[in-house]
């Protein structure tokens, strides 16, 4: 009986290790601005998540899987490229770090190779679905030179840029703070002016010409207009569907919105069932604006978010089922994350949370604490991955990047350095530890700080060069600025650096001095030369970020119908798909 049993595991490690060297499908799901602490699998109890936990249960599960940036655009670059943002250009110097309009010229840069274009030469299909976020447009609105299918893609069907509370009508907008600046200041300082003049004239105290008076009321009424203008038409301009070039829906519609591009997606898998695919599926949940269609609004104990959340899990389950139905489970390698923390500021004025949970950790989108940039990282792949596995070293969404490829059976770029590590030893148990000794964590284009597992340690320690100012007094997060910034006075510098062990302290809440730690220097010293080294490493290339670049440009501005007249209106999608549960 011995025999017959050793013979059984014998020839399911063969067949475990066979399938592990053949070539799988990929489904690679995206969340966005989920946090850690909303899944099931991560401890929630509340919100129901069955079919992202049963990745968890069917698969490995990573409990220190890191976003390489804490930002949309940024860690998106870092998850397609498996390099650091910054080598790409795709990291910001000022306050805006991601793109908000459609017509901008900045975007992944052609040069830079992503897995679904190294996929492609190994004759994968391959799928985007969904949110894109990289940019579009260089020069003009034909050359498409940052757009999916120029960089790995065969087909694309979603949202080119991100999904904003400005693209959902009453909910509000994420430009208050530029509109208080660029139109509110302004509007009273000319209000100021014109009562000032009013009251020298009408004391005699100096003559005021009434072209005076008809320039500052013509000034205020321009801006006002413009600020009108821009309100009235954000929405079409820059919310809006695109199927490969073409755009099929201006502005979006949020019906049925999930239940369409999850039919789309299940149907590129059953076209591609006979030869290898991968499918990249970018969900826009649970980015504010907030949405859920109508069986799953109001279902969830966490108003719209928890709707939002729920129904992007009965998303995971449909794709799931697809692949079984297909009997393709097991040959697909499926992974499961969220583009860095949940949003915390996400509060709206009724003081209702629009954003999710970080569980324990502090911070939150847009910061390195820990909140910020530990995102839930699920791997499934039955019969080559142990199912229930949990593995506590440092990870990175950059590792799927050379993972997938490997698999794939292509060859890494040997013309560029790629950050991200195979996580295939770690996950079959050929290594017990990570291959990342550091990790560099960029608050947009500063190095924030850094993480290091030393050898034949337990510990995980992490330096801050510095920290955002959270406020108001006592927050969890820059709630003024609706997201912490990265330079300037919005942060605190650390002479010596901020310390802390997360094998011990997780929530990052005492830090280490050297009167508690007697290694304390040793361990900055140690820390400050992995800095310098990666900092050799990192060359000057052109800022995709940089005003010029993130700015509309009228001639790269997509429109399915006449661009002079603004109104930019089309709808070729299908609203009223069934929804089976």
């Not at 655009?73 to 793109?99: E, K, W």
């Not at 949370?353 to 604490?369: E, L, M, P």
């Not at 650096?497 to 010293?525: C, G, Y």
Request: proline content about 6%; glycine content about 8%.
């Amino acid at each position: 009986r011995k025999m017959k049993i050793f013979l059984l595991l014998l020839l399911f490690l063969c067949e475990a290790q066979s399938r592990a060297t053949s070539r799988p499908n990929f489904v690679v799901l995206i969340a966005d601005d989920l946090g850690i602490g909303d899944p099931g699998c991560y401890g929630n109890k509340t919100l129901r998540t069955p079919n992202i936990d049963g990745l968890a249960k069917g698969g490995v599960k990573l409990t220190q899987h890191l976003a390489a940036s804490p930002l949309c655009t940024p860690s998106r670059a870092a998850l397609m490229t498996g390099r650091y943002s910054i080598r790409s250009g795709m990291a910001s110097r000022s306050r805006v770090g991601v793109f908000l309009f459609s017509a901008s010229s900045g975007g992944l840069p052609s040069s830079e190779i992503t897995f679904a274009k190294l996929l492609k030469t190994q004759g994968y299909a391959t799928a985007l679905i969904g949110k894109w976020h990289l940019g579009i447009h260089c020069h003009n609105k034909t050359d498409f030179c940052h757009h999916p299918l120029n960089h790995g893609f065969d087909y694309f069907h979603g949202l080119p840029v991100t999904n904003l509370r400005d693209c959902k009508p009453g909910h509000g907008t994420v430009f208050m703070s530029g509109i208080r600046l660029l139109v509110f200041i302004p509007l009273q300082v000319i209000a100021i002016a014109l009562l000032t003049l009013a009251v020298l004239k009408w004391l005699g105290l100096c003559h005021v010409p009434p072209a005076v008076f008809f320039c500052l009321i013509f000034l205020a009424a321009l801006i006002l207009a413009s600020l009108l203008c821009f309100l009235h038409y954000f929405r079409p301009l820059n919310c809006f569907l695109v199927r490969n070039y073409n755009i099929t829906q201006q502005p979006l519609s949020y019906d049925n919105l999930t239940q369409r591009l999850t039919e789309d997606a299940s149907q590129f898998i059953r076209r591609n069932a006979k030869k290898p695919f991968l499918l990249v599926m970018s969900y826009l949940h649970v980015h504010t604006a907030l949405f859920a269609s109508k069986d799953f609004a109001g279902k969830s104990q966490h108003g719209i978010y928890g709707d939002a959340v729920e129904e992007m899990d009965w998303s995971v389950g449909q794709i799931m089922n697809v692949l079984e139905e297909l009997s393709l489970a097991n040959d697909t390698l499926v992974y499961f994350t969220s583009d860095q923390g949940a949003h915390v500021e996400e509060v709206t004025s009724r003081g209702e949370v629009h954003g999710g949970s970080n569980g324990i950790y502090k911070g939150g989108k847009a910061n390195n604490w820990e909140g910020g940039i530990r995102v839930p990282g699920l791997l499934r792949w039955p019969g080559v991955l142990q199912a229930g596995l949990e593995i506590h070293e440092p990870t990175t969404n950059m590792d799927i990047f050379p993972t997938v490829v490997k698999l794939a059976g292509s060859p890494l770029p040997e013309d560029r350095i790629i950050d991200g590590r195979d996580l295939m030893p770690l996950l079959l148990g050929k290594r017990q530890r990570s291959e990342h000794e550091f990790l560099f964590h960029y608050c947009n284009f500063y190095l924030n700080a850094v993480r290091w597992h030393p050898p034949n340690s337990t510990s995980i320690w992490k330096a801050f060069f510095f920290t955002p100012k959270f406020a108001p007094e006592g927050a969890n997060g820059c709630f003024p600025t609706h997201v912490c910034l990265c330079y300037g006075h919005f942060v605190t510098h650390h002479h010596p650096p901020l310390l802390f062990d997360l094998s011990k302290d997780p929530r990052e809440r005492n830090p280490v001095s050297p009167t508690t730690e007697p290694r304390f220097q040793e361990i900055l010293e140690t820390m400050q030369r992995a800095v310098d080294r990666h900092a050799q490493t990192v060359q000057r290339v052109p800022n995709q970020l940089s005003l010029g670049n993130i700015l509309w440009k009228p001639w790269l501005q997509m429109c399915c119908s006449s661009f002079f007249s603004l109104s930019c209106q089309c709808d070729q999608e299908t609203q009223d798909g069934p929804v089976s549960h």
